[in-house]
């Protein structure tokens, strides 16, 4: 008897060891599952070099004419955002750096900006936003009214059909590598539209019109992809492509200034409110979440009533 207590006591010592480890394990399993299925989400970086442009300090930005960068972009010009202003301390125009580019889905920002060298500033500078939030135009019929572009569906559009509704515009082009500027303002009319189709007694007279500044690569198949991926519905929003003259033209009326760099495009920020009668209600000239002011200046913009249109021949 004696025998078997010291073996039963040894055999549960065992077991009693056994569970710890299964438990150490299956804990350790269910740790790693846990971060598998909520994994951080971590930026893509890449290194970089480039010559600063300029320098915005009131809005901790800089324009940089950068180098390649990785498999990512080609070179061009491009402003970037920093998440520490302290990172563009003692920069100028003509200084040349290297930095790091840091990209989530939704924003991105430089960072590790070291000055490595000094070159004659250059008088060019890329377009850039304005710091303003929004600003007021003179009230007046809006260009676009009198151009025809083509649609993602590949259907004719006489833009004229829009007559009647509330309108919100912008430029942008498909293959923009940075998340917070053409892909930023694709956000901001899809959440824009999600929150005026919710709203209780909604106003249905508007329409939200994407215009690419790329029509040699964004064809309306490439735009309908593009569109899909915003969940749109085209009842209410619609990505454009025309000749390019007739682009180039509405957006210099449309006070947007782009140019090619390369396979890409720089650009300003620039989105328009046209109310129900035809006429520019609001610019918001900045990048940004706007979709709350896009909401708000559409239910104003829906309420128009059709007086007569101001002439855009003085524009």
Same mark, same amino acid.
């Given at each position: 008897?004696?025998?078997?207590?010291?073996?039963?006591?040894?055999? +549960?010592? &065992?077991?009693?060891?056994?569970?710890?480890?299964?438990?150490?394990?299956?804990?350790?399993?269910?740790?790693?599952?846990?971060?598998?299925?909520?994994?951080? $989400?971590?930026?893509?970086?890449?290194?970089?070099?480039?010559? /600063?442009?300029?320098?915005?300090?009131?809005?901790?930005?800089?324009?940089?004419?950068?180098? =390649?960068?990785?498999?990512?972009?080609?070179?061009?010009?491009?402003? +970037?955002?920093?998440?520490?202003?302290?990172?563009?301390?003692?920069?100028?125009?003509?200084?040349?750096?290297?930095? !790091?580019?840091?990209?989530?889905?939704?924003?991105?920002?430089?960072?590790?900006?070291?000055?490595?060298?000094?070159?004659?500033?250059?008088?060019?500078?890329?377009?850039?936003?304005?710091?303003?939030?929004?600003?007021?135009?003179? &009230? &007046?019929?809006?260009?676009?009214?009198?151009?025809?572009?083509?649609?993602?569906?590949?259907?004719?559009?006489?833009?004229?059909?829009?007559?009647?509704?509330?309108?919100? /515009?912008?430029?942008?082009?498909? !293959?923009?590598? /940075?998340?917070?500027?053409?892909?930023?303002?694709?956000?901001? +009319?899809?959440?824009? $539209?999600?929150?005026?189709?919710?709203?209780?007694?909604?106003?249905?007279?508007?329409?939200?019109?994407?215009?690419?500044?790329?029509?040699?690569?964004?064809?309306? =198949? /490439?735009?309908?992809?593009?569109?899909?991926?915003?969940?749109?519905?085209?009842?209410?929003?619609?990505?454009?492509?025309?000749?390019?003259?007739?682009?180039?033209?509405?957006?210099?009326?449309?006070?947007?200034?782009?140019?090619?760099?390369?396979? +890409?495009?720089?650009?300003?920020?620039?989105?328009?409110?046209?109310?129900?009668?035809?006429?520019?209600?609001?610019?918001?000239?900045?990048?940004?979440?706007?979709?709350? =002011?896009?909401?708000?200046?559409?239910?104003?913009?829906?309420?128009?009533?059709?007086?007569?249109?101001?002439?855009? =021949?003085?524009?």
């Amino acid at each position: 008897m004696r025998n078997f207590g010291i073996v039963h006591r040894m055999l +549960f010592r &065992r077991l009693l060891l056994v569970g710890l480890a299964v438990a150490s394990v299956s804990a350790a399993f269910s740790a790693t599952s846990s971060t598998e299925a909520n994994p951080v $989400s971590r930026p893509k970086q890449w290194n970089a070099t480039g010559t /600063i442009k300029e320098v915005r300090t009131n809005d901790s930005s800089v324009v940089v004419a950068h180098e =390649a960068i990785g498999d990512y972009m080609p070179a061009m010009t491009m402003r +970037f955002h920093v998440q520490a202003p302290a990172d563009l301390a003692g920069l100028n125009s003509g200084d040349k750096i290297s930095f !790091r580019l840091n990209v989530t889905d939704d924003k991105s920002w430089i960072d590790r900006v070291t000055k490595t060298g000094v070159t004659e500033p250059q008088s060019s500078v890329a377009p850039t936003a304005s710091s303003a939030v929004a600003e007021n135009k003179p &009230r &007046r019929k809006h260009p676009l009214l009198d151009f025809k572009f083509t649609n993602e569906l590949n259907q004719a559009v006489s833009l004229s059909d829009f007559r009647g509704q509330a309108l919100a /515009i912008t430029f942008f082009f498909t !293959r923009c590598p /940075i998340p917070d500027y053409c892909p930023r303002l694709s956000k901001n +009319f899809q959440a824009a $539209s999600r929150k005026l189709s919710a709203l209780p007694n909604a106003p249905t007279n508007w329409h939200f019109l994407s215009v690419t500044f790329d029509p040699e690569n964004d064809t309306p =198949a /490439i735009l309908k992809t593009y569109a899909e991926t915003y969940h749109y519905d085209p009842s209410h929003w619609s990505f454009l492509t025309g000749p390019t003259n007739e682009i180039s033209e509405l957006a210099r009326l449309s006070d947007v200034k782009f140019q090619r760099d390369g396979a +890409f495009f720089n650009h300003d920020f620039r989105t328009q409110i046209v109310d129900a009668s035809g006429h520019l209600q609001m610019v918001f000239p900045i990048g940004g979440d706007l979709s709350d =002011a896009i909401v708000q200046e559409i239910l104003k913009a829906a309420r128009a009533t059709n007086g007569p249109a101001v002439s855009s =021949a003085s524009h």
